[in-house]
């Protein structure tokens, strides 16, 4: 297919470092027509790629394994500029792309393998269950984990034998681009065509161009945006997986080692400076530890030193800047209600005057309740909301009062308790004495409930997802003629009526004095 050829001038986005505002890059933006050429040069690799077989795909995916390991400094310093997050979390999303890799090399012929089933009632056939690739995986990706989200999230995906095209986000797409070319040189040294996987950047249009060609749409964002891509995959009738937000909930429960839950919390809230989905967005305390662990909760708060370490390492900073722009104004614009209902901030509450990029300090809230957006809308910054409870059932009967469910933890000195408390949470994920670590036990599915989402990354599912199930069903004996094919007969009316009589009948008695007879 010839590349279109246009004498416009090419519209470019302009990447800033959101920790020093500096401009760091620039990509070129696709317009729809060059998203259906990516689409025809997908199509035609797919050809190539989805017929090696999974130790062939593995064998590429492990080379380029190695060269993530070999470049982590050039890929630390790009994540920290592009998002402006600590270096230690640069490295989590090294560390996480190696080993997504290394699950599904190892994992993904065992859980695409074809299986028979044994049919309950024909038993005259023969059932297997195979898994084919859909084909391209269009992959629709958000700026708060530029790595994970982008080049993690495509792994599963070629392991099953798909291509990929991902648009990220306009405001990090140097990584994605980067984290591509890595994978290129590993598919280039084993013979094979770097279209298997391509990004495509560009803003709206982009996407939709996207949704508009793509074999499948996985899409990481907001609950407005998923919406409108659900609704525009429908129109095509392509499946859609969607992860979308969250306000997960944390429950202290007055037997909790406060120590391991106070530290938790601010971990939990404050890491990526709040921009997780999964992270701690509220939390239920009971009335009786609720002051000493909101003491300890502000103490170590106001000990995170924020700030930018990228290539400085004797430098090293806790809580870097945040990313989008019209995200801080949500986090103010939640922060102003709350205090205008009634809350008080007992630490933070404003941008960093101390630095140049968009930093937001740390903030704990207390005095909070249902009726403030802080307690009920995602807020997706540093942001800790502390709400007093009388008891266990309060704190579950508020945690589940939430359009969302993706994460939750609870924090009980007896684990059992804190476990039966977490089944009972509507969440896709609820960790006991523990926060966000989910999402990184790569074996279990991991996905919300409610309006976080639809579908599982992570495990068995997380590859199934990217297949289409194809069922093959062969007969066994090979007779002439089946018992209910043509013609019909009051033979096979009479076999079908007391079939019904013996398969279906509620009493055990009755199946076995049919079946033997009077």
């Known amino acids: 297919m010839a590349q279109q050829i246009s004498l416009e001038p090419k519209q470019m986005i302009e990447v ?28 035609r690799a797919f050809t190539d790629w989805s017929t090696l077989d999974f130790r062939r795909r593995a064998e590429v995916l492990l080379t380029a394994r190695g060269k993530f390991v070999d470049r982590r400094d050039e890929l630390v310093e790009l994540i920290c500029a592009e998002n402006g997050k600590p270096r230690v979390e640069a490295l989590v999303e090294i560390t996480y792309v190696c080993d997504v890799i290394t699950f599904y090399a190892k994992e ?70 980067r984290g591509t070319e890595i994978i290129h040189e590993a598919l280039r040294e084993h013979g094979l065509p770097p279209d298997v996987l391509q990004v495509v950047n560009g803003r709206g249009e982009t996407g939709t161009a996207l949704i508009d060609e793509a074999d499948m749409v996985a899409f990481t964002g907001s609950v407005r945006t998923g919406k409108l891509v659900a609704e525009r995959a429908a129109k095509r009738l392509i499946p859609v997986s969607l992860e979308l937000g969250g306000k997960d909930p944390m429950i202290v429960l ?4 406060l120590e391991r839950a106070s530290n938790a919390a601010v971990w939990g809230a404050f890491s990526n400076s709040g921009q997780v989905c999964i992270s701690v967005e509220r939390v239920y305390v009971e009335d ?62 404003r941008r960093n005057p101390n630095l140049p990029g968009r930093f937001f300090e740390p903030t704990v809230l207390t005095g909070v309740d249902h009726s403030m957006q802080v307690m009920t809308d995602e807020t997706f910054g540093p942001v800790l909301p502390i709400m007093r409870v009388k008891d266990a059932n309060e704190a579950l009967r508020l945690a589940n009062d939430s359009i969302y469910g993706l994460n939750a933890s609870v924090f009980a000195g007896n684990r059992a308790e804190g476990e039966r408390i977490a089944a009972r ?66 033979a096979t009316e009479r ?16 199946k ?7």
């Open 108 to 177: 993904a012929r065992r859980f695409l393998k074809a299986h028979r089933l044994s049919p309950h009632m024909l038993k005259n056939k023969r059932v297997t269950v195979h898994y084919q690739p859909r084909g391209v995986i269009g992959m629709i990706t958000p700026w708060n984990f530029p790595l994970i989200l982008t080049i993690g999230e495509s792994i599963p995906a070629l392991m099953a034998g798909n291509c990929v095209i991902i648009k990220p986000s306009e405001w990090t797409p140097l990584i994605a681009l």
């Open 512 to 518: 076995l004095k049919a079946l033997v007879g009077k």
């Open 288 to 349: 009786a530890i609720a002051d000493e662990f909101t003491r300890r909760v502000v103490e170590k708060t106001q000990a995170l030193r924020q700030g930018f370490d990228a290539g400085d390492r004797e430098k090293l900073v806790d809580v870097g800047a945040m990313t989008y722009p019209d995200q801080i104004e949500v986090v103010e614009t939640h922060i102003n209600d709350a205090k205008a209902r009634g809350a008080q901030v007992l630490t933070g509450g």
């Open 495 to 510: 076999l079908l009526d007391r079939m019904l009589g013996v398969v279906f009948s509620t009493g055990l008695g009755a």
């Open 254 to 257: 007055k037997d909790a080692d």
């Open 16 to 43: 800033h470092s959101p920790a020093t505002l500096e401009k760091i890059g620039e990509v070129p933006i696709a317009v729809p027509a060059e998203v259906r050429d990516a689409v025809y040069l997908a199509r």
């Open 425 to 490: 949470i509507d969440a896709g994920i609820t960790c006991v004495n523990d926060v966000i670590a989910g999402f990184g036990v790569t074996d279990a599915p991991s996905g919300g409930l409610k309006e976080s989402g639809i579908g599982k990354r992570h495990g068995v599912e997380g590859i199934r997802r990217f297949c289409h199930q194809k069922v093959i069903v062969t007969d066994r004996f090979g007779m002439k003629n089946e018992i209910f094919w043509y013609p019909y007969s009051g």
